[in-house]
């Protein structure tokens, strides 16, 4: 029995999200044969409902549902950076992914499956994406000494750590937590970053004035470092003032899979030493 347990928690888990009951059925079983843990949802609510509750290592989603579309489905995986699949790999299956479509989700997902597919593609995409995250994971600890150090900066605990767990799957980047002005200041003197990545309202106060500040203080180890500022509050005003101190805004909620480009992009167009 205790054989039997280990192995069963030691097993990926797909959900695989899909309104056709037989191609259903016929996937769920050829993935469960492979060793896969294996739960299938053939709606939208019902899908948002498990990817809320449970980690799964792959989502299979069909992009038609009946009358909705499995876009919702990628929306709730990948803004939602408190969730707890927001690193997921997405494989989309779909007979009908017209351009337009592509265009609207090709940032959220990972991969696509074409219907009618053979279930050996089926396999060798699954294996694929599983294994995905224990290679980054090796590969990180490989190249630690040569990534970036990226300063996470908001007073939402949870947003952070999800923002430094996603990054920290890139092997480009080390992110840093802070969760508060004092802590941030305290990091910013004792240590240089490639770039800091701060939200707007910290404990209710502006940013501004910490960004100034730093701009100010040309011996400060970060004075030209690149800053990009999240938030989901942009007006005119507010970029008007940081224009000249920041390399970048983000719109809150931050799409993950955008953040790696915004940030070399920062990094590499910023005048920083």
Not at 180 to 209: A, G, M, V, W, Y
């Amino acid at each position: 029995m205790k054989t039997t347990f280990k192995n069963h928690l030691d097993r990926k888990s797909i959900l695989i999200v899909e309104d056709d009951r037989d191609l259903a059925a016929n996937t769920g079983e050829i993935l469960s044969r492979e060793g896969y843990l294996t739960l299938i949802v053939d709606n939208v609510q019902e899908a948002v409902k498990r990817l809320e509750n449970q980690k799964f290592h792959l989502v299979i989603v069909d992009m038609h549902l009946g009358s909705s579309t499995g876009e919702k489905i990628l929306h709730v995986i990948r803004k939602d950076l408190c969730g707890l699949n927001i690193k997921t790999p997405i494989l989309v299956c779909s007979g009908q992914l017209k351009p337009k479509m592509f265009e609207n989700i090709k940032f959220f997902i990972d991969d696509v499956l074409i219907k009618p597919f053979k279930m050996e593609d089926l396999l060798e995409k699954a294996n694929k994406w599983t294994k995905l995250l224990s290679s980054k994971n090796s590969a990180r600890k490989s190249m630690s000494d040569q990534r970036l150090p990226i300063l996470i900066i908001d007073d939402n605990a949870e947003l952070v750590d999800n923002i430094c767990s996603y990054l920290a799957s890139d092997v480009n980047f080390l992110p840093v937590p802070s969760y508060n002005l004092p802590d941030t200041q305290l990091k910013l003197s004792r240590q240089k970053f490639d770039c800091i990545l701060i939200d707007r309202h910290i404990r209710q106060k502006q940013c501004t004035e910490l960004i100034k500040s730093l701009r100010a203080d040309p011996g400060a180890p970060n004075s030209k470092s690149p800053i990009i500022v999240m938030t989901g509050d942009l007006n005119d005003d507010f970029v008007n003032l940081l224009r000249d101190d920041v390399q970048g805004f983000l719109r809150k909620p931050v799409v993950l899979k955008e953040l790696a480009n915004v940030l070399t992009f920062a990094i590499n167009s910023a005048d920083h030493i």
